[in-house]
DNA sequence: GCTTGACCCTCTAGTGACTAGAGGGTGCAT
DNA sequence: ATGCACCCTCTAGTCACTAGAGGGTCAAGC
């Protein structure tokens, strides 16, 4: 109904910035829109759809090659889901290392942290950790 | 005791690469070495100690300027741990908030991935969880 | 003594995903 | 008609490296 977006309003509706909206055309991920007579953009709903499609992806860590890979799944209707599927259980497998990598980390800083006296630096837990045993 | 090292014996003595040794100099992270006759970087056993310090503190998620400030800290061994300790906690909190990011956004693709059925896209939940509800 | 190959040098540009700024034009309300 | 928010393009910067071009050096083997 609307119609007619300026790329403000855009941003607005879809939580992007202006810029990255302008840099998404660059790239190719969202289509130039037409252009009013002073050479404002101009979005439709159409746009609007592809443009929270990528946020929502994205959102969700997925690369731009990925989004890019998922969109152009999405756009050919009568493939099978089992593409989408292998990039989605991808992801998942990546993310589920982050998450130990992060924790195994976080369990080594706490060490840390606790073995942190207050005295001076000369006597700190966390510089003499860091230091190789040299 | 070995004295000087190339800059290929301290990448492979630390664990990092030739071009990042060269890359830590270029931002003032690692002294620049002395030079042989032939132009080649020289290193010695306080630069093996530097630089084990850095790769400890990088591999712990420390970003470059917070092991400048932690390096700086370790150099003036009169000061207080707390300074330190706060720089470790910062990056902890940091951590904590990654992971809960994360693991918020791994069940979010679980129940996407669980939602997907193996039909054609046209029915592909993901595509649709994905796509907004316009 | 000469060649081969692994190493070293500098300099520049590329990565991903934006972000910021300069320098200017447009649209609308007062 | 003036102010201000919005829009435009283009360029360069961010972070932490990484890669490549185009060259010099060193040590071992023949």
Redesign the interface.
Known sequence: MSGQLTIGKLAGATGTKVETIRYYEQIGLLPAPARSAANYRTYD?AH??RL??IR??RD??FSIDQVRE?MG??D???????A??VI??Q??DA??R??AD??A??S???A??DS????????????E????S?
Chains 1, 2 share one sequence.
């Open positions: 709903a609007l759809r929270s499609f929502r992806a969700l860590g998922l799944l999405a050919r209707r009568d493939q099978s889901c089992m989408v599927d989605a259980n992801h998942r993310i589920t982050k998450i992060l924790t980390l976080a080594e800083l706490d840390l942290i942190c006296s207050r005295n001076t630096v000369a006597d700190c837990r966390i510089i950790a860091l230091a190789p040299v």
